[in-house]
């Protein structure tokens, strides 16, 4: 008997991502769209949205409340 290794991360990851693509109705330019709409009501909620280039300058051994 094969049975496969499965991860529950991984498998939760999935399901959202196929929940994403169905909502967006499997169209890379309406996904795109909602992305960009969330960005702006996150930005507005005072979330500070993080660029690569500023993302790998910071130190996550001084971040608080990591899980």
């Known amino acids: 008997m094969n049975t496969l ?5 991984i498998d939760e990851v999935r399901k959202s991502g196929a929940e994403l693509a169905k909502e967006c109705d499997y169209d890379i330019h309406k ?8 960005e702006v009501i996150r930005i507005k909620e ?3 949205l993080v660029g ?5 300058t910071i130190d ?3 971040l608080k409340d990591v899980v």
């Open 5 to 9: 290794w499965t991860d529950s991360i």
């Open 60 to 62: 996550i051994s001084k």
């Open 46 to 48: 005072g979330w500070k």
């Open 31 to 38: 996904f795109s769209e909602m992305l960009s709409r969330n």
């Open 52 to 56: 690569k280039e500023e993302l790998e």
